[in-house]
């Protein structure tokens, strides 16, 4: 029922190096047409770094892996795309609808298809007030049992950070600081959260997946690379936005799967951009990191 693509097919078969993207970031994570040439270029990226881009999402009801530069479009403009987490997955696919798939959905196709390399921007976590409301995303559930090592910048503080770091210890997923023993906060490369382990090159982080999935230790590995120095806002100046972003979502009522869209969108606004530029120089930075890591993995499958 999957559908990948000629180019991603043969990638797999030959144990080629294969680097999966999400796209709930195009559709519902950034604004046109700033998304498209983001998912343009972070393939690019992919490709310079000597592995092949598998973008996924559901198109007609299939779920595909690996786009070409018109469905990209389709997914960056049409407004009537779908939002897909894993409970979506078979609503979407049985109604033959489209779907943007987020962190969780695309680390569940990815391992599908045999992927286990993904670049993201932000994780999802438990939200802020979450030990109220439960609004704890999917992404979390789906790292503590899919065998796919996920490359983010952290976790903005419209979520809880902390409470999203003690979430992935209790599903025993390794969090792992790329050069840094803090955690990032997505625009930010600090938290005052401290990761509990560090690795520095691509190299460890693949003998890492190795050991872990060759134990049958089940479950992905959050990969936590920082945006680069010169492209980062400070958490104080961010703090303010996010504060702002949040009493409007409530003002809104907004709820549910809404949320974090929204407030994405707002700290856009907010910032007049500059943290839209944040957002593609920490994904850029992330996909060069994603192509040397898969590239290690693959190099490791074949001794
Ligand atoms: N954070 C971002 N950009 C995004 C998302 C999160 O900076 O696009 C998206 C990702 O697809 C993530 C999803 O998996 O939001 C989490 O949504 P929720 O909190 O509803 O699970
Ligand atoms: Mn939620």
Same mark, same amino acid.
């Given at each position: 029922?999957?559908?990948?693509?000629?180019?991603?097919?043969?990638?797999?078969?030959?144990?080629?190096?294969?680097?999966?993207?999400?796209?709930? *970031?195009?559709?519902?994570?950034?604004? #046109?047409?700033?998304?498209?040439?983001?998912?343009?270029?972070?393939?690019?990226?992919?490709?310079?770094?000597?592995?092949?881009?598998?973008? *996924?999402?559901?198109?007609?009801?299939?779920?595909?892996?690996?786009?070409?530069?018109?469905?990209?479009?389709?997914?960056?403009?049409?407004?009537?795309?779908?939002?897909?987490?894993?409970?979506?997955?078979? #609503?979407?696919?049985?109604?033959?609808?489209?779907?943007?798939?987020?962190?969780?959905?695309?680390?569940?196709?990815?391992?599908?298809?045999?992927?286990?390399?993904?670049?993201?921007?932000?994780?999802?976590?438990? +939200?802020?007030?979450?030990?109220?409301?439960?609004?704890?995303?999917?992404?979390?559930?789906?790292? /503590?049992?899919?065998?796919?090592?996920? %490359?983010?910048?952290?976790?903005?503080?419209?979520?809880? *950070? /902390?409470?999203?770091?003690?979430?992935?210890?209790?599903?025993?997923?390794?969090?792992?600081?790329?050069?840094?023993?803090?955690?990032?906060?997505? #625009?930010?490369?600090?938290?005052? +959260?401290?990761?509990?382990?560090?690795?520095?090159?691509?190299?460890?982080?693949?003998?890492?997946?190795?050991?872990?999935?060759?134990?049958?230790?089940?479950?992905?590995?959050?990969?936590?690379?920082?945006?680069?120095?010169?492209?980062?806002?400070?958490?104080?100046?961010?703090? /303010?936005?996010?504060?702002?972003?949040?009493?409007?979502?409530?003002? +809104?009522?907004?709820?549910?799967?809404?949320?974090?869209?929204?407030?994405? /969108?707002? %700290?856009?606004? *907010?910032?007049?951009?500059?943290?839209?530029?944040?957002? %593609?120089?920490?994904?850029?930075?992330?996909?060069?990191?994603?192509?040397?890591?898969?590239?290690? #993995?693959?190099?490791?499958? +074949?001794?």
């Amino acid at each position: 029922m999957l559908r990948l693509s000629p180019e991603v097919a043969q990638a797999l078969s030959a144990g080629a190096p294969v680097v999966a993207l999400e796209s709930t *970031i195009i559709s519902h994570g950034m604004p #046109y047409p700033s998304n498209v040439a983001m998912a343009r270029e972070v393939e690019q990226i992919v490709r310079d770094g000597g592995a092949t881009p598998a973008t *996924i999402a559901i198109l007609d009801g299939v779920p595909l892996i690996g786009l070409d530069g018109e469905q990209l479009e389709l997914l960056a403009r049409d407004r009537g795309v779908i939002k897909v987490s894993v409970r979506d997955i078979p #609503y979407v696919v049985a109604r033959g609808g489209h779907g943007a798939t987020t962190v969780a959905a695309t680390m569940r196709l990815a391992a599908l298809a045999g992927i286990r390399v993904f670049v993201t921007g932000g994780l999802g976590g438990v +939200h802020q007030g979450g030990e109220d409301t439960m609004d704890v995303s999917a992404d979390l559930t789906e790292l /503590g049992r899919t065998d796919v090592a996920v %490359i983010s910048a952290g976790v903005k503080s419209i979520l809880d *950070i /902390g409470r999203t770091l003690e979430a992935l210890e209790t599903l025993g997923v390794p969090v792992v600081g790329y050069g840094t023993q803090e955690f990032p906060s997505f #625009y930010s490369r600090g938290s005052g +959260h401290r990761v509990p382990m560090q690795l520095d090159t691509p190299d460890q982080l693949a003998a890492m997946m190795d050991v872990k999935w060759s134990l049958g230790l089940s479950g992905g590995i959050s990969i936590a690379n920082p945006v680069p120095a010169q492209d980062e806002i400070p958490a104080e100046e961010m703090d /303010g936005v996010i504060a702002q972003a949040l009493a409007d979502c409530a003002a +809104h009522g907004i709820t549910g799967k809404d949320i974090t869209p929204y407030l994405l /969108g707002r %700290i856009v606004e *907010i910032t007049g951009g500059d943290s839209l530029r944040t957002n %593609i120089a920490l994904v850029r930075n992330n996909a060069r990191l994603g192509a040397q890591l898969a590239v290690a #993995y693959a190099a490791r499958q +074949h001794l």
